[in-house]
């Protein structure tokens, strides 16, 4: 495989150029080889790499796990506990989420379905921002 520009990196990667940059400056993508012109050039394992990276953040994963499951994956012969164990945290961190959303969507419909929609001096809304005795919840 020839070399990749910067360019046609983030086209196969699906990842835009400032972002690759970044990744390089926070040490997750390798500073790449340059050219006499000092331009980056890039090889198959920055596809790779650099597609692990962006499936990661979009399933959520902080950089700093991100790193560390590099890390793992860089030692294929390595035990894949420490994956795992970083895999269930971000999932129990990901249901906490879930379950405070849930409780503000509570909150936010006990206030909005019962308004009336007519002045603001009978607004529900209004009553409830205004009172959190209205509230479902002591916190939020």
Do not use: W
């Amino acid at each position: 495989m020839k070399p990749l520009t910067i360019g046609e990196l983030s086209a196969q990667a699906g990842v835009k150029i400032p972002t690759i940059r970044y990744y390089e400056s926070i040490g997750l993508l390798p500073a790449p080889l340059r050219t006499d012109s000092n331009r980056r050039t890039y090889d198959a394992a920055a596809v790779s790499r650099l597609r692990f990276i962006r499936h990661a953040r979009e399933l959520g994963f902080e950089v700093d796990a991100i790193r560390q499951l590099l890390m793992l994956a860089d030692d294929p012969a390595h035990p894949c506990g420490e994956a795992d164990a970083l895999a269930r945290a971000h999932l129990a961190d990901i249901e906490s989420k879930i379950a405070r959303l849930q409780a503000l969507r509570a909150e936010v419909r006990n206030m909005v379905e019962p308004c009336p929609q007519g002045q603001v001096r009978t607004c529900h809304v209004i009553e409830v921002l205004a009172d959190h005795s209205h509230c479902l919840h002591d916190h939020h």
